[in-house]
């Protein structure tokens, strides 16, 4: 009778272990698009509990390349060579921060900018997603369920693996 006892405590034990290992683990999905022209590479590391989980961060990866740059800049810029850019580039990286925090609500901490020799890396942590529904207009009331931002992402042209 012990036996049997110990057998039946030990099998809902290994049970219970078996049911907790079988939460649903972390997904992530890393959406990549490239303006064509210049070669401006945006970039979205979208992570949540589960695929029909709200989103619990998403973060931003940007490659401008100075040729991106001097476009966007119009007829001003279209003369400057590539270390001109550069040095204009890192003249105004704490313009580019604080204009990332007021336009998404991020910390300056949750920024990071590199210039290289060739283009401007930034990378920009959210975890805190007011700023974005107010930017895509998403109400507060409808959730950001990860599958459906990677679809949303899929069908606006990133590329989503």
């Known amino acids: 009778m012990k036996r049997t006892k110990r057998f039946v405590a030990a ?3 290994a049970l219970l272990l078996a049911g ?3 939460v649903s683990k972390e ?3 890393t959406c990549t698009a490239e303006m064509p022209g210049a070669g401006l590479v945006m970039s979205a590391v979208i992570k949540a509990p ?3 989980a709200e989103i619990s961060s998403i973060d931003f990866k940007f490659e401008m390349p100075f040729a991106a740059i001097r476009e ?4 001003a810029a279209a003369n400057l060579s590539d270390s001109e850019v550069k040095s204009i580039v890192e003249s105004q990286e704490e313009t580019y921060i604080s204009t990332i925090t007021t336009l998404l609500g991020v910390d300056a901490a949750d920024i990071k900018t590199e210039v290289t020799d060739s283009a401007l890396n930034m990378e920009i942590s959210m975890k805190d997603f007011d700023k974005i529904r107010t930017v895509f ?4 009331d409808q959730k950001m369920i990860y599958k459906d931002i990677v679809s949303g992402a899929e069908s606006n042209g990133f590329a989503c693996e």
């Open 137 to 140: 207009d998403i109400s507060e």
């Open 20 to 22: 907790c290992g079988g």
């Open 50 to 52: 589960a695929e029909d």
């Open 11 to 13: 099998s809902l034990c």
């Open 72 to 75: 966007a800049a119009g007829d």
């Open 27 to 29: 997904v992530t999905s």
